[in-house]
């Protein structure tokens, strides 16, 4: 109970902070920042969808609170590595940020996808 | 009983190693043009062979034409040599490849088994490095549940060999090897103790020296290679033993009778069946249980009996398609677990009873305790092999099983297959997401193959660990050669060797062989493709290309950022990049066929249709995919 004020309240302060600071970004630049210098996409994909990590597309997190969860993900048991403002500047982040709302959401439902269904239709259907 | 086939070698000019007499001679010629190759020619006969301060001595002269002494013999002749018996020591073992990288120190061997046996039953393999041939056996005993003869070069064959050894001998996988020893020439390819460096990671080793001794060590090596815990053997075999004329009177070639593994203690089996039958939530969990086929009919009579959940092992020791094919009913604990060959099996956990069944316990070397099993504190823990024990534990409980308790099974039973549904339809939504994602997504990589060998007989030859395990999540994966799993102790460079090994045991039953390679593994020894393309292994290879090595990738990235500093700079030393290695190219230079990179998932199709084309006609195939960086 405690930890999950202690995080609920680091997380609006994280925000409020972020908030009061946000820089506007660049997603040409966020490409750059995550796919080759960050390499975000080693844990999350090139597409954002794949990978060990979290999915980040679609984007839910409003950029105050995506900036603040990357500041301090370890208030969440995410496996998640922070990154400081020294590693990243917030302008970087803001871009990332920008990036990966830029991504499309290429998810569909598996019913949707002829492969995906076959399978789904010969190996759910024993009795 | 096989009688060892004496047999005189011709002796004339160019008999049987006769040619080597005049070899100094003829490498001389070899490396000149002809009038030059005739002026050395008169120099080295009018010194008499010896060094001159323009050729080299006729010691390095014999080492260039791999004779590192003279032959023993008449004329240079060996009658009856002693490798035409080793081999005959052999052929009992029903070896179907052996492989090696030529070596000297077993010329003699080597000779014998493409000459006296006509190289049939064991076909000679050409590896290109020690590491593939014995990773070359891994994937073969993974399939086949036998060793592949492997042949290494004295004690620098062993140190090439010596990680693959290592993975085998973590994956308890029975290899039969044999090194020479030699040191006539080079003496750094000798050693008084030659199986030294690999003693704490092989099951056993011997240096007969005489041929009935051979015999006798031969019998040992094979029969303790394949007692479970299998692992592998190693013979060191002098060149002398192999190449002097056969001198030893009486000599036969003694009986082989295979011994059966041992299974567990009756009492035992009896109370663990009580404790299984009377369980209300009982769970199997496997390791390598499965040996044989048999062993995973044995697991699915022994489930359905009990309507137990079957899960676990790192490859197939249960079909995962079974209804019973999972880890139980959700918001339920086991009551009794049982665990068969399971490396550090789980302690029954909230007062939950435990049965063990492994072997592990009756091989164990000191130096690497990790791999084999911490001691297991279960209530009922047998040392017997599990596939063994199976039979005589179903018996067991088939007689404790009433009309009452298999009403209770059979309730049991439809929960534990709508729990298997909806993990199956969990998994296959997840398959979903990215799935037109570029680079490919790997749950694309594997679902878009499926239309294409679903209906054919396919083995999957490859680890699916760094990808997401979705050949096993959305193949229909029911057959014991349907899956081999990872390296055993996780060493790179495992992965292409294993993958041609399995595809050629496969090759006979006229089955497609699947790899998906990861780049970095295959650069440890890519010319194994080659082997691949000699051998006509039908493999189709379909790189997992990520352009990395990725655990390192992340591991660093970790590493940067916990220390505060450089998270930009983790490529360095992680990433294969700047160049990108062209492997469709690379595949083509050895004599394969090589297509990609692909990036576009909507172009994955129509490459693997041209790919599963090759591989039907009996040919390797390599499709480069670009991915997205894990699954």
């Given at each position: ?127 | ?351 939950g009873k435990t049965i063990n069944i492994s072997s592990t316990i009756l091989s164990v070397k000191n130096n690497y305790q990790d791999v084999g099993d911490r001691y297991t504190a279960a209530d009922i823990d047998m040392a017997a092999d599990a596939e063994a024990t199976l039979p005589a534990l179903i018996e067991e409980c088939r007689k404790l099983v009433t009309a009452d308790r298999k009403r209770v099974f059979e309730e049991r039973g439809k929960k534990l297959a709508e729990a298997h549904r909806e993990t199956k339809r969990k998994d296959i939504e997840l398959a979903a997401i990215g799935w037109d994602a570029s680079p490919v997504s790997l749950n694309r990589l594997y679902g878009e193959l499926w239309p294409f060998i679903k209906n ?176």
């Amino acid at each position: 109970m405690c930890r999950i004020l202690n995080f609920t309240l680091a997380l609006i302060f994280g925000t409020l902070i972020a908030v009061a600071q946000q820089p506007a970004g660049d997603a040409s630049r966020g490409k750059e920042l995550y796919d080759k210098k960050y390499l975000c996409s080693a844990c999350h994909g090139f597409s954002g969808q794949n990978g060990v990590g979290a999915r980040l597309v679609p984007m839910k997190l409003t950029q105050a609170a995506f900036m603040a969860y990357v500041r301090h993900p370890h208030d969440t048991p995410t496996g998640m590595p922070p990154y400081t403002a020294k590693v990243m500047p917030d302008q970087e982040l803001a871009d990332i940020y920008a990036y990966i709302k830029s991504l499309p959401d290429s998810a569909k439902k598996a019913k949707d996808i002829p492969t995906l269904n076959d399978i789904l239709n010969s190996q759910t259907n024993h009795p | 009983m096989a009688r060892f086939r004496k047999r005189l070698v011709e002796t004339g000019p160019v008999g049987r190693r006769g040619f080597l007499k005049g070899a100094a001679a003829g490498a001389a010629a070899l490396v000149a043009t002809p009038p030059e190759a005739a002026e050395a020619q008169e120099r080295q006969l009018a010194s008499g062979g010896s060094a001159t301060a323009a050729t080299p001595t006729q010691a390095a002269l014999n080492v260039d034409v791999g004779n590192g002494r003279p032959i023993p013999g008449i004329n240079g002749i060996a009658l009856s040599p002693g490798s035409d018996y080793m081999v005959d020591v052999l052929k009992q073992f029903d070896f179907e490849y052996v492989v090696a990288n030529p070596g000297t120190s077993f010329a003699g061997l080597h000779e014998s088994l493409i000459n006296y046996n006509n190289n049939v039953k064991p076909e000679f393999l050409t590896a290109c490095h020690e590491e593939s041939a014995v990773s070359m056996a891994h994937g073969y005993a993974k399939i086949e549940g036998k060793p592949m003869l492997v042949l290494l070069h004295a004690d620098v064959g062993i140190q090439h060999a010596s990680m693959a050894i290592f993975n085998a001998y973590a994956d308890r996988v029975p290899i039969f090897m044999i090194a020479g020893n030699w040191g006539h020439a080079v003496q750094a390819h000798n050693a008084q103790d030659m199986a030294l460096m690999i003693r704490d990671m092989i099951k056993w080793d011997d240096e007969p020296r005489s041929l009935a001794g051979f015999a006798d060590a031969a019998q040992k090596a094979y029969s303790i290679a394949m007692m479970p815990p299998m692992g592998p053997t190693l013979l060191v075999v002098d060149e002398d033993l192999q190449e002097m004329t056969n001198k030893e009177p009486n000599l036969r070639v003694p009986k082989f009778k295979r011994i059966q593994p041992p299974s567990g203690d009756l009492g035992s089996v009896r109370e663990a069946a009580k404790l299984l039958v009377n369980a209300e939530n009982p769970v199997i969990i496997t390791g390598r249980s499965a040996r044989t086929a048999n062993g995973m009919t044995l697991l699915v009579e022994l489930a359905e009996l009990l309507q137990a959940p079957v899960s676990g092992g790192d490859r197939m020791n249960f079909p995962l398609t079974h209804p019973l094919s999972g880890t139980g009913i959700p918001g339920t604990q086991a009551d009794v677990t049982l665990t068969l060959e399971v490396n550090n099996a789980p302690v029954g956990r909230n007062g939950g009873k435990t049965i063990n069944i492994s072997s592990t316990i009756l091989s164990v070397k000191n130096n690497y305790q990790d791999v084999g099993d911490r001691y297991t504190a279960a209530d009922i823990d047998m040392a017997a092999d599990a596939e063994a024990t199976l039979p005589a534990l179903i018996e067991e409980c088939r007689k404790l099983v009433t009309a009452d308790r298999k009403r209770v099974f059979e309730e049991r039973g439809k929960k534990l297959a709508e729990a298997h549904r909806e993990t199956k339809r969990k998994d296959i939504e997840l398959a979903a997401i990215g799935w037109d994602a570029s680079p490919v997504s790997l749950n694309r990589l594997y679902g878009e193959l499926w239309p294409f060998i679903k209906n054919e007989d396919w083995s999957m030859v490859s680890w699916d660990g760094f990808m997401g395990g979705w050949p096993r999540r959305l193949w229909a994966c029911d057959k014991h050669y349907h899956y081999i799993g990872a390296q055993g102790a996780g060493g790179m460079g495992y992965g292409a060797g294993a993958a041609v090994g399995a595809a050629l045991a496969n090759k006979k039953y006229g089955r497609i062989s699947i790899n998906v390679q990861t780049d970095g593994d295959l650069n440890y020894a890519p010319a194994v493709l080659w082997t691949a393309a000699h051998h006509k292994a039908p493999l189709l290879t379909i790189m997992h290309n990520n352009r990395a090595y990725h655990q390192e990738v992340m591991r660093m990235q970790r590493q940067a950022t916990s220390m505060n500093r450089g998270a930009d700079r983790i490529h360095i030393g992680t990433k294969l990049w700047n160049p990108e290695i062209d492997y469709a190219s690379i595949a083509k230079g050895y004599g394969m066929y090589g297509e990609g990179p692909i990036s576009d998932p909507k172009d994955l199709a129509a490459a693997y249709k041209r790919g599963i084309e090759r591989v039907k006609n009996g040919e390797p195939a390599l499709i480069d995919v670009v991915t997205q960086p894990r699954g």
